[in-house]
């Protein structure tokens, strides 16, 4: 599975501005795997998305229509999108991607990473 993860990972990271890319597991907060650019905070953002993944999951709880799909932040230097990959047991992961905001739109960004995001747990 690491071999066929790491190349779906990197079929993510081949989209345009995309700089970073993890599968993060939403239970435990850790990182499962990674590509793309060193990030030195990426294990901290990992354990925060997982968090306000969890949070939200019990602010919206189980009603149709109102399951979490994304998590997205801009800062002044990027877009970060967290896609929820819900297809395994448990919590589910994310998939955080990070992206170059001079070269990424944000509304492309989050339909071209919920397009791979498919490839990621095939």
């Given amino acids: 599975m690491e ?9 993510v990271l081949a989209a345009e501005g995309v700089r970073t890319v993890a599968l993060i597991d939403i239970a435990s907060g850790m990182v499962v795997r990674s590509a793309g650019e060193p990030n030195p905070g990426l294990a901290a953002a990992a354990a925060s998305l997982a968090d306000e993944a969890r949070a939200a999951r019990g602010l919206l709880g189980p009603r149709p229509g109102g399951e979490l799909e994304e998590i997205s932040a801009m800062t002044h230097r990027g877009l970060h999108l967290s896609k929820v990959l819900a297809d395994r047991p448990g919590d589910g992961f994310l998939l955080f991607v990070e992206l170059d905001r001079a070269r990424a739109n944000m509304a492309l960004a989050s ?6 995001a498919s490839v990621v747990l095939a």
Avoid: K, M
């Avoid at 071999?3 to 990197?10: D, T, V, Y």
């Avoid at 339909?111 to 791979?116: D, E, I, K, S």
């Fill in 111 to 116: 339909l071209r990473v919920g397009q791979l």
């Fill in 3 to 11: 071999s066929s993860l790491q190349e779906a990972l990197h079929h």
